[in-house]
């Protein structure tokens, strides 16, 4: 496989397996102690209103629904994961992805919390970092913990992807370790 294409593959799976991580836990929390995760189809719907040149919205859950807007919301979810692993594949390069480590992960799985604190909660109508809800420091707080389990899921991600990567050549030295020439 040429390195684009590689390239490519990976930053699609680590990107979809770490967003999985992350709605995995939200399901955690909302089972375990009843919080609600975002509702994606107000992603959807904040997306659908650009055609028309809508960006923000006073109260986006006030906001004309959109036919489709759930899958709209649930795809741009993902391809945003996928992004963000491009990302870090760009910045630390593919070799991050073939060997991966756990810091680089966890530094862009953070910085990822930028996105909705700067762009998608002002654009709802929360305000910078959720400052028009209720509770702003709570609201703060569990998006850092969710964006820290996307940084988990890109570590955990990466490191399935690179078992199932593994050249043919590599899986027999591997399972011969006593023998490198093999």
């Known amino acids: 496989m040429n390195e684009q294409l590689e390239f490519v593959v990976r930053a699609a799976a680590i990107g979809a397996g770490a967003t999985a991580v992350m709605d995995l836990w939200g399901l955690f929390l909302k089972r375990a102690f009843a919080i609600p995760s975002l509702d994606y189809a107000c ?3 904040w997306i659908a209103h ?5 960006f923000a919205h006073v109260n986006i859950a006030q906001a ?3 036919p489709g807007e759930t899958p709209i919301g649930w795809v741009a979810h993902y391809a945003i994961g996928i992004v963000f692993a ?3 594949m760009g910045v630390w390069g593919i070799d991050w992805a073939r ?10 799985g953070m910085s990822t919390v930028v996105a909705p604190f700067f762009v998608m909660q002002p654009a709802f ?5 959720a400052s028009k809800t209720p509770n702003p420091h709570t609201a703060r707080l569990r998006g850092l913990m969710t964006h820290l389990s996307f940084g988990v899921g890109l570590y955990v991600a990466a490191l399935l992807s690179a078992l199932l990567f593994r ?3 590599d899986r027999l030295r591997s399972a011969f370790k006593r ?3 093999v």
């Open 179 to 181: 023998d490198p020439n």
């Open 43 to 45: 992603v959807g719907r």
């Open 86 to 88: 491009a990302l870090l």
């Open 99 to 108: 060997y991966p480590t756990l810091l680089p992960a966890l530094l862009v």
């Open 50 to 54: 650009f055609p028309r040149g809508r």
């Open 167 to 169: 050249s043919d050549t």
């Open 64 to 66: 004309p629904g959109i």
């Open 125 to 129: 109508g929360a305000g910078i970092a």
